[in-house]
């Protein structure tokens, strides 16, 4: 069967508008469409027999504000306005201290 006569069948996928956007930014860059895209990544399901990369939690790593979204970096700040709330704080005396002996002075 040649491609010109193969069928087609619709995907409708649901996904946050900062990530399609973000996606679409890449991906016009690269030259190629959203719909080749999902269809390759569902090529490599097929091909991998399940999900075609890793699947793991990133390592722990520092927040660079610059690259959240209003929305993401009001989370974060929302969650160090709770960790006060709660009394989950460091003095800044404790933090001094900690870095002095990491550095060995």
Do not use: C, W
Request: proline share 5%; no cysteine.
């Amino acid at each position: 069967m040649t491609r010109a006569n193969s069928k087609t069948s619709s995907v409708y996928i649901r996904v946050d508008p900062e990530t399609k956007a973000q996606a679409e930014m890449i991906l016009n860059q690269l030259g190629i469409p959203m719909s080749n895209a999902v269809g390759m990544f569902l090529k490599q399901v097929v091909l991998h027999r399940g999900i075609p990369f890793d699947m793991t939690l990133p390592d722990a790593s520092p927040i660079a504000a610059g690259g959240l979204t209003k929305e993401q970096f009001d989370a974060e700040m929302q969650k160090g306005i709770d960790d006060i709330d709660a009394g989950r704080v460091v003095s800044a005396a404790d933090v001094e201290d900690e870095m002095r002996s990491m550095s060995g002075r």
